[in-house]
């Protein structure tokens, strides 16, 4: 009721849009500081600092990656079952932050490593790493959660509204994504430790933005329904074993029956609802394979492209390559919200959440198939001596002579499917999780994710173990031009297809949850309604 009154309210700016704003607000800045550590990750990892053992930046990447997506179960649960959900945020962007202090040491003992145990930057930097995951853990999987919760469970069109919320919280992660890849990058090239340093200030940014906006958020509302319901059984039961305060014909005792059974009903609901979310759920490991291609093995390929030209450089030190994907997802969330899904509703064929997602999922396979077709030209100019030679983060790479433009249907259709398979997903676990689960449920949809980056590094080490077998040779090398990358595009095109004919057989036989716990009361009524009915 209050949530209706504010959006009503004339002359004021709705305290909703004020908690949507602080909450992307502050999702920007922690999506700055975590992709900032990611981009430089490959660059920092194989300086002079590590030894050589460690010189594997993309399985480095992908099992902090995984790491860090892996825990957001853990963060979901804590929100759901142990602490309340700001508090959950709070500490763990606190983590978060004592995790970027460690890696800030690592950068400064780095710099004079003449003085320094070698082993002293790496231990702060692993260290710094474990503690930054644990703090995406618990602020990913609960942050996007605390703004949708403060749109209520009754708003008129809430579900548009949570929709539109959805859309514009993943676009403020690609913002932050670009400013990291596009700023604190390039930055942390030029000055690691000053890179770091701002890392550090983006998140205790993101920490301070959050806090700032507590003065309008609802409390954690899912917590406190299911308290108040059992509170209110709890106190109608202690009534109830005293006579004096019996109503007549024994209605306490007939309300109490109905509100067990009613709760009963909900718990065994919940429970199936999981198991049915879970197969969905699994079904995205995969897709979340596919997409960890576009953030290494597609920039891979588009070093090995010819760059334009900025200033005498080529491609700004690389730092160009780095913007695409956060460039094309900028453009399609709001294409894809203003332009295609209305004029498809004005059609008459507005998609479910399971079918944008279908759909989503069988544009990765376009865009695999996209790049794999690149892949092939690229390589057969490099082959023929048609290359020309460019310095990218101060490696010296042979690149086909074709523009780095070709990668663009590749990335529009990736940027398309990310939009409506992930902006889907964040929507659709939210609005399909049981009240008093969703972070766990939120937690278990990132944890895909995290799945996802350690399956492609299994899958890459499977295609490269059967084409070292049939030739001799491992196709998917480091260094692309000396493979066959394609056929690891292809390899992980059949292998999506098979999962999206799984998706759709899971997505036809799906039913939409469409009950609340707080309808519980309203089922079952107050002891004096129930009195009256009976």
């Known amino acids: 009721m209050a949530l209706q009154q504010d959006q009503q309210s004339a002359g004021r700016f709705p305290r909703v849009y004020k908690t ?6 502050s ?17 920092f990892t194989t300086s002079h600092c590590f030894p050589r053992i460690y010189h594997e930046p993309t399985s480095f990447t992908y099992i902090f990656t995984g790491f860090a997506y892996v825990l957001t179960i853990v963060g979901g649960w804590l929100a759901d079952a142990v602490l309340s959900r700001f508090w959950t945020i709070l500490g763990s962007l606190g983590v978060y932050l004592v995790g970027t202090v460690f890696l800030i040491l690592s950068s400064f003992f780095c710099a004079h490593h003449e003085t320094t145990d070698s082993r002293v930057p790496v231990s702060l930097y692993v260290t710094g790493l474990c503690l930054v995951a644990v703090g995406t853990g618990g602020s990913k999987s609960n942050l996007g959660l605390y703004g949708a919760g403060q749109y209520g469970e009754y708003s008129e069109n809430l579900d548009q509204q949570l929709k539109t919320y959805f859309h514009w919280y993943y676009w403020c992660i690609n913002v932050g994504g670009a400013i990291a890849v596009l ?3 390039y930055l942390q090239e030029i000055n690691p430790l000053l ?6 200030v983006a998140v205790f940014l993101a920490g301070v933005v959050f806090v700032v906006g507590k003065r309008w958020y609802e409390p954690d509302e899912e917590k406190e329904e299911v308290l108040s319901i059992v509170t209110g059984i709890l106190r109608a039961s202690r009534r109830a074993q005293r006579p004096v305060q019996r109503a007549p014909g024994g ?16 718990e065994v ?25 576009m953030r290494t093995t597609f920039l891979f390929q588009s070093q090995r492209l010819r760059l334009p030209k900025f200033g005498g450089t080529e491609g700004v030190d690389g730092v160009f390559l780095n913007v695409f994907n956060a460039a094309t997802v900028l453009l399609m969330i709001p294409v894809m919200h203003w332009l295609v899904y209305p004029w498809m509703a004005r059609m008459g064929r507005d998609l479910t959440s399971l079918e944008r997602m279908g759909i989503g999922m069988l544009l990765s396979v376009g865009s695999i198939l996209a790049a794999a077709l690149v892949e092939v030209y690229r390589r057969e100019k490099v082959q023929e001596g048609n290359y020309v030679t460019q310095n990218i983060s101060r490696n010296t790479m042979q690149a086909a002579d074709m523009t780095v433009f070709v990668q663009i249907p590749q990335f529009l259709l990736s940027g398309m499917s990310e939009v409506m398979t992930m902006v889907t997903g964040y929507y659709f676990a939210y609005t399909q999780a049981p009240l008093r689960a969703r972070g766990t449920v939120m937690g278990l949809l990132l944890l895909m994710w995290g799945l996802g980056s350690y399956a492609s590094l299994g899958l890459s080490a499977l295609f490269n173990a059967i084409s070292y077998k049939m030739t001799g040779k491992r196709w998917f090398p480091v260094e692309l031009n000396d493979g ?11 292998f999506m297809l098979l999962n999206t004919v799984f ?11 469409t009950y609340r716990y707080r309808r519980l009361m309203a089922d079952i009524g107050t002891p004096a309604e129930h009195s009256v009915r009976t």
């Open 20 to 25: 949507s704003l602080i909450i992307g607000l």
């Open 27 to 43: 999702e920007l800045c922690e999506r700055v500081a975590y992709y900032g550590i990611v981009s430089n990750m490959a660059l």
């Open 183 to 185: 700023g604190v990058a």
């Open 195 to 200: 890179g770091y340093v701002v890392i550090c």
């Open 251 to 266: 209605c306490m005792e007939r309300w109490l029956d109905r509100a067990n059974e009613s709760r009963a009903v909900e």
């Open 269 to 293: 609901d919940d429970v199936k609802q999981l198991f049915s979310l879970l197969w969905i759920f699994l079904c995205l490991i995969l897709y979340f394979t596919m997409y960890s291609q």
């Open 484 to 494: 066959r990358a394609e056929w690891f595009f292809i390899f992980l095109a059949i």
């Open 503 to 513: 998706f759709v057989f899971l997505a036809q036989r799906y039913r939409y949850k």
